[in-house]
């Protein structure tokens, strides 16, 4: 879930939970004090509207009361001079926070409570007031009251009045419970939702923060031995799953950077022992000339050969290393043109065969291609490839008679090229490999099959460059055929 919708769920659980729940409990409340009014105060009615006019709920609390006493003031005057009679209504009014006062004349004959005088002088006279079980008289002074009036002649005669005095004070203590009640729950719910809320963001906030926080530490202490999961699918979780892929693009790169030192120090350590071979030779035929060792023509000829040789080793070498310099910032200088495949490699070819004569190697050359196929190459570097292929044939030549064949065929779109040796091969598990760079499938170091080991990632880098494609098979014992394709210049018609 996005932390977007999240916020917003959020500030929904604020708003609407809290009332929600709110209305439950009071609702409960409402039902529970209901039915505690009811059975306090004997009010049974299936319309509570009267619950919301005070006046109206007062007057029903002593409805009962007041009509048993009203029919036993009209049949029975007499009970009203009886003070336990009244003694037993006055104590039926007092549990619905009332009392029952008598008045004979203008005397006071009953008092169920001890009063101000202000209340008892404000008493309506005989006759001045409805005797209604629903309607009383509001009286408002030291002591707020709903007083109901009864009137009734004595035996004797004289004129009485009973009254049923219901104290605003002492009615319905359960709505100041109730009341209370509420603001309690209130409180409850707001603090519950704010729990929930805090618990929710916590988990889905704070806890993947404390991950990325740890995530960092250990990168800065250069730990990046570690995963973060994503837990969620919102910004946090696409955080970490971005962090989780920073994480691993530093150990990649911290692993690159310990391979590339490794392969440097390979580099430096082939590139020293390879260096070293020629200018040792260099250093033993000098000595030969200057100590007089070759004290003849021929000797002088053959030593100052054998330093020429060498030196052009080195030089090769050197060239090698700075070559791969280039490639490692690719900043190899091409110079493309067009060539013609069949006069280009017939140059390459001529070439070759004096160097291949010379060590006793044969060079066989087929050209299946037409005369004028052209392709777009840089002749320098593609001539490059040839050079390393071949010498690379040569290396490991381990027959009497070593036997090189070079076709140039027409592939389509392309040209390919095949060098083909009869040396000792390749073992397969080797041949995935032999394009990379420092791989030396022959692990011995002699001047024989010395080199860097650069040579064929060298070919693999141009080729790629031109557009083409480099591979190769072999069987061991057998020999080696290295193949690859350069795209044939084709011209695109004006429209």
Known sequence: MKFRNKIIISFCIIIFVPILLSLIVLFSFQQIQIKAIEQTYGVENEDYSYFSNSMQLLSRFTKESFTELSM?????????????YLDDMNSILREKSS???????????YLGKDTGTSLLLELPGYGE?????????????E?????????????????GSAFIVTVLEETVPEIKTLMADVIISVIMILVLTACMLTVWIYTSLINPIKKLQIAAQNIKDGNLDFTIEAESKDEIGELCKNFEE??????DNAEEKIASEKENKELISNIAHDLKTPITAVKGYAEGIIDGVADTPEKREKYIRTIYNKANEMDTLLNELTLYSKIDTNRIPYNFAKLNVSAYFGDCIEELSLDLESKNIGL?????????????????QLKRVVNNIVGNSVKYLDKPKGLINIRIKDVGDFIQVEIEDNGRGIASRDLPYIFDRFFRADASRNSATGGSGIGLSIVKKIIEDHGGKIWATSKES?????YFVIRKYQEVPNE
């Open 478 to 482: 057998m020999g080696t055929v290295m």
């Open 246 to 251: 920073m994480r691993q693009r530093l150990k």
């Open 143 to 159: 002591e707020q009251a709903l007083i109901k009036q009864i009137d009734f002649r004595y035996p004797d005669g004289a004129e």
């Open 364 to 380: 066989s050359y087929f050209n299946y291609a037409d005369e004028d196929v052209q392709i777009i190459a840089d002749p320098e």
């Open 72 to 84: 036993t003031a009209r049949q029975h005057p007499e009970k009203m001079e009886d003070e336990a």
């Open 129 to 141: 007031a409805d005797s209604n079980a629903n309607i009383g008289m509001y009286v408002d002074g």
């Open 99 to 109: 009392y029952l006062v008598v008045r004979k004349t203008d005397t006071l004959t």
